[in-house]
């Protein structure tokens, strides 16, 4: 057991550092989405207000969608490293090591989905001066989320990292798969009033249920009626945070990439 939870804080601790020593890393995961908010938000604000009564401006509405690409970039590009650890040689330390391959993974995917945590709290306290409150009794329950939704992010890179033997194909994967699943979680528009298959695709997602939680955590409740409940959105996220990671597992163990 010392073994495994020194290995895990080590590849953790490993991730931390090697992240924050590269600031082009920092800036590309934090800036380009906080311009798009701006921007697009801002765009669209003056055209059409979202939800029911007085609703809210769509740069707010927009914002539960940013966050969720701020942990999509960081976590998804974080795992790149194992790709970098393979062709300089680390991985193949760390696989032959007398250590099992469950910590290899929790190690790597904790690391990532930390980063990703982290890089999103301040853009969460960006929006407060944007108009953005939290309830006090919702801190918590807005920080598990948040958690949830990185480790998801994590897990799926590092099985994509781990399949995967080139950073042009995982970036190749990522716009093919990852972000055609954020614009159709909800982030751009309501999913309410949808066309039938659209609204199929919608309810599909994973990410959906994600969004729609950080948006009961930060807005007032009937603002957006269509939205799943916060149950259901607890459900979802959580099988998804077992699944992404018995996946991340299952290829570890089974795909020896020497």
């Given at each position: 057991?010392?073994?495994?939870?020194?290995?895990?804080?080590?590849?953790?601790?490993?991730?931390?550092?090697?992240?924050?020593?590269?600031?082009?890393?920092?800036?590309?995961?934090?800036?380009?989405?906080?311009?798009?908010?701006?921007?697009?938000?801002?765009?669209?604000?003056?055209?059409?207000?979202?939800g029911e009564g007085e609703g809210i401006s769509y740069l707010l509405y927009f914002f539960?969608?940013?966050?969720?690409?701020i942990f999509l970039f960081t976590a998804i590009f974080s795992t790149i490293s194992i790709i970098e650890d393979r062709k300089e040689g680390f991985l193949q330390s760390v696989l032959v090591a007398p250590v099992p391959r469950t910590s290899i993974v929790l190690g790597k995917v904790l690391g990532s989905a930390s980063l990703a945590f982290l890089q999103g709290i301040p853009f969460l306290i960006l929006g407060y001066f944007g108009g953005i409150r939290i309830h006090h009794g919702m801190v918590l329950?807005?920080?598990?989320?948040?958690?949830?939704?990185?480790?998801v992010f994590a897990s799926i890179g590092f099985l994509l990292a781990w399949i995967l033997e080139s950073a042009?194909?995982?970036?190749?994967?990522?716009?093919?798969?990852?972000?055609?699943?954020?614009?159709?979680?909800?982030?751009?528009?309501?999913?309410?009033?949808?066309p039938g298959w659209l609204a199929w695709l919608?309810?599909?997602?994973?990410?959906?249920y994600?969004?729609?939680?950080?948006?009961?955590?930060?807005?007032d409740p009937g603002v957006i009626s269509s939205l799943p409940t916060m149950r259901q959105c607890a459900i979802v996220i959580f099988v998804y945070c077992a699944v992404c990671f018995a996946g991340a597992l299952y290829v570890a163990k089974k795909r020896v990439n020497y």
């Open positions: 057991m010392s073994g495994t939870m020194l290995t895990v804080t080590t590849l953790w601790k490993r991730e931390m550092v090697r992240f924050y020593r590269d600031r082009s890393r920092v800036i590309g995961g934090l800036v380009p989405p906080v311009i798009f908010w701006f921007f697009i938000g801002s765009g669209f604000s003056g055209s059409f207000r979202v539960p969608g940013i966050l969720t690409l329950q807005t920080m598990i989320i948040l958690f949830a939704i990185s480790f042009q194909g995982f970036h190749a994967i990522m716009n093919m798969f990852l972000i055609p699943m954020w614009l159709l979680s909800g982030s751009l528009f309501p999913i309410g009033n949808l919608v309810k599909a997602n994973p990410l959906t994600a969004v729609a939680a950080l948006q009961r955590v930060l807005f």
